[in-house]
């Protein structure tokens, strides 16, 4: 799965608003304990900063018992720059999925700067970038350091097999491939339901 691949660090899910990009990342979310992951989930908006960034996260550790890490992203007493590589160097192993919904809103490059250091630096850390469209910071990224999911219609049947197994579900391929004709094609919110409703009742019956 994606959590276990050191290589990627970065994945987008694209697509129109609608299409369920944001039901299908808080699924996921919702899962990445199994995996020993803890998730943090940021709305963004236009005026998303990186010192909005920052503080959410700070929010999030004082939240979970992080006091030493909460005590780094709430010192404000150096340069931006100082406290994006802090930020960066702080969670680099730190086994966390970061998900930014709508990050297509984000126009602060410092924002964009601490996303780029946070993947120079990650070694178990994962960020998630959901938006409509393919974010400009994506191209001072490198292409191996990142997976791209675009949702035009539905997934693939590669990348429906891949969602039910972080989610839990064992299933062969050909298992997967009814699934995903039955869900339309791998619609995310179609998926979304079937995975949900796998939790109550066998697959064969659904």
């Given at each position: 799965?994606?959590?276990?691949?050191?290589?990627?660090?970065?994945?987008?899910?694209?697509?129109?608003?609608?299409?369920?990009?944001?039901?299908?990342?808080?699924?996921?979310?919702?899962?990445?304990?199994?995996?020993?992951?803890?998730?943090?989930?940021?709305?963004?908006?236009?005026?998303t900063s990186c010192d909005s960034v920052i503080s959410a996260?700070?929010?999030?550790?004082?939240?979970?018992?992080?006091?030493?890490?909460?005590?780094?992203?709430?010192?404000?007493?150096?340069?931006?720059?100082?406290?994006?590589?802090?930020?960066?160097?702080?969670?680099?192993?730190?086994?966390?999925?970061?998900?930014?919904?709508?990050?297509?809103?984000?126009?602060?490059?410092?924002?964009?700067?601490?996303?780029?250091?946070?993947?120079?630096r990650s070694l178990n850390l994962k960020i998630f970038l959901?938006?409509?469209?393919?974010?400009?910071?994506?191209?001072?990224?490198?292409?191996?350091?990142?997976?791209?999911?675009?949702?035009?219609?539905?997934?693939?049947?590669?990348?429906?097999?891949?969602?039910?197994?972080?989610?839990?579900?064992?299933?062969?391929?050909?298992?997967?491939?009814?699934?995903?004709?039955?869900?339309?094609?791998?619609?995310?919110?179609?998926?979304?339901?079937?995975?949900?409703?796998?939790?109550?009742?066998?697959?064969?019956?659904?």
């Amino acid at each position: 799965g994606l959590l276990t691949k050191k290589s990627i660090v970065v994945i987008i899910v694209e697509g129109i608003s609608g299409i369920g990009k944001s039901a299908l990342a808080a699924y996921f979310a919702s899962t990445v304990d199994r995996h020993a992951y803890r998730a943090f989930w940021m709305d963004c908006r236009n005026d998303t900063s990186c010192d909005s960034v920052i503080s959410a996260l700070a929010v999030f550790e004082r939240h979970n018992g992080n006091a030493s890490l909460a005590d780094i992203l709430e010192d404000v007493t150096m340069s931006m720059e100082d406290r994006i590589a802090r930020v960066a160097a702080a969670y680099a192993a730190e086994k966390t999925v970061l998900f930014f919904d709508d990050y297509q809103f984000v126009r602060d490059p410092q924002a964009n700067r601490l996303l780029q250091k946070l993947v120079e630096r990650s070694l178990n850390l994962k960020i998630f970038l959901i938006c409509r469209w393919r974010p400009q910071v994506i191209a001072s990224i490198s292409p191996l350091r990142l997976v791209e999911e675009p949702l035009r219609v539905g997934l693939d049947q590669q990348a429906c097999y891949d969602l039910m197994s972080e989610c839990g579900l064992i299933l062969t391929q050909e298992t997967s491939g009814k699934i995903w004709k039955l869900t339309g094609e791998g619609h995310p919110k179609a998926l979304e339901i079937f995975i949900a409703r796998s939790r109550t009742f066998p697959v064969s019956e659904l």
